[in-house]
């Protein structure tokens, strides 16, 4: 009679992170920001400057790490980048430009979507994401 062993491990619950739940920005300026965000890109920001975003199931939000010298995020002192979810980069981009904002040349498509970026009024980078469908 073969003998067999089975282990049985009891592993505790394990306290883990389930998204993000927000993006803050210091802002010399926020009233000013808050408008730049409404009026730019359609952020609906409240007075005080905020907005909760709802997902769908669908959409999915991406927590990445880079170098400390990476040039991704334009300025060295840019320590993080707001990327944001569009639904006609473009579109959004040609009427970026005719507003006089600040809107980087290049835009890069991949398996991931088409991206572009913007610049805020204090020189923030600001990814831009059309993603493909289905993502």
Excluded at 30 to 44: I, K, N, T
Aim: glycine share 12%.
């Amino acid at each position: 009679m073969g003998s067999s062993w089975h282990a049985v491990v009891r592993c505790a619950a394990v306290a883990k992170v389930t998204g993000i739940g927000g993006v803050f920005l210091r802002a010399r300026n926020p009233e000013r920001m808050a408008e730049w965000y409404r009026r730019h890109l359609g952020v609906p920001m409240s007075a005080s400057g905020a907005i909760t975003f709802h997902w769908v199931e669908a959409e999915t939000t991406t927590f990445a790490l880079f170098a400390n010298d990476t040039d991704y995020f334009g300025e060295p002192g840019q320590r993080a980048m707001i990327n944001l979810r569009v639904d006609d980069l473009p579109g959004l981009l040609e009427q970026l430009r005719g507003r006089g904002v600040e809107v980087l040349p290049q835009t890069e498509d991949s398996e991931f979507g088409r991206f572009g970026w913007c610049v805020d009024p204090e020189g923030n980078r600001i990814e831009l994401w059309q993603p493909p469908p289905g993502m």
